[in-house]
């Protein structure tokens, strides 16, 4: 109590007004004090507030195509490997095992065998075409190649239709 009295004196001090505080009944701050965990009480939706529906059968999974080493695994959205080598196609679609990272972390980790191409977000969208030597340097690397936009993998249409990673 005394932090928060020093806590409200300094805002107001600093800021000059006074702190808005969430206003709270006495039953409620009683129910808070004599509960566990004072979030139980919390988490609960007001009785105005719109009900969330969450699609069925959807999963970010579903969605995406999973990269894999052995140890570690990322996801990226379907239609965002570009290129798949017959040799690494034991690297791509499989189960998720080990301790999934982040794709950014993944790819340093596995550059050897992970490369990225960026693309524009026209290029990704399908309304301007890749260039014509691309696709030729991508066989001559032998590497997975994930397209990226500013970083991030984006799905290719033409790869999303063509992919038999898709077709799950």
Do not use: Y
């Amino acid at each position: 109590m005394k932090t928060t009295l020093i806590f409200c004196a300094l805002a107001t001090s600093v800021f000059g007004e006074p702190p808005i505080l969430p206003r709270i009944t006495p039953d409620e701050l009683a129910t808070l004090q004599q509960s566990p965990s004072p979030m139980t009480c919390l988490e609960k939706p007001a009785a105005n507030e719109a009900a969330v529906a969450r699609p069925n059968g959807q999963s970010i999974i579903k969605q995406s195509v999973i990269l894999h080493d052995g140890n570690n695994w990322t996801l990226v959205p379907k239609g965002a490997v570009v290129f798949l080598p017959e040799s690494m196609k034991n690297r791509v679609a499989a189960k998720p095992v080990g301790t999934l990272l982040p794709f950014t972390d993944f790819l340093a980790r596995n550059h050897a065998w992970i490369t990225t191409d960026e693309v524009s977000i026209h290029q990704a969208a399908g309304t301007e075409p890749l260039p014509s030597g691309r696709v030729a340097f991508w066989t001559r690397q032998g590497k997975v190649v994930v397209s990226v936009h500013q970083g991030g993998p984006i799905s290719m249409p033409a790869a999303k239709e063509s992919s038999p990673l898709t077709q799950r």
